[in-house]
């Protein structure tokens, strides 16, 4: 079974730094691009970063400046550098990938893990 492992979230003061980190587990074929998205209570789920194959990476503009996504790794890792961290920074983040295993398509997800920011 393929599933998407997170870690790296946690509690930390504003001004601060985080890294998260996300790992495809299992057997795929194809990996066309990762994410990161973010949710907070009673809003929908944003899209924070995206990074492709071809390592083209997005952010959202609340984001730029301040979160970097990394390319792929050999062993289908991505990791999101987080700084200049802020209360706003504060929900569960969620990674994302778009793989296919031979001929199925896979739209995985992440369990979430939860990003405060706070003093």
């Known amino acids: 079974q393929v599933q998407l492992v997170e870690s790296g979230g946690g509690l930390v003061q504003p001004g601060g730094s985080l890294r998260l980190s996300c790992v495809v587990s299992g057997r795929i074929t194809n990996l066309y691009s990762m994410a990161w998205y973010r949710q907070t209570p009673g809003n929908q789920r944003e899209l924070v970063a995206s990074?492709?194959?071809?390592?083209?990476?997005k952010y959202v503009d609340s984001v730029k400046g301040r979160f970097t996504i990394s390319k792929f790794n050999v062993r289908n890792t991505v990791h999101l550098q987080m700084d200049s961290l802020n209360a706003e920074d504060t929900a569960v983040y969620y990674c994302n990938a778009d793989a296919a295993n031979w001929g199925t398509r896979l739209d995985l997800w992440g369990q979430g893990t939860q990003v405060t920011v706070s003093s």
């Open positions: 990074v492709t194959s071809d390592g083209i990476s």
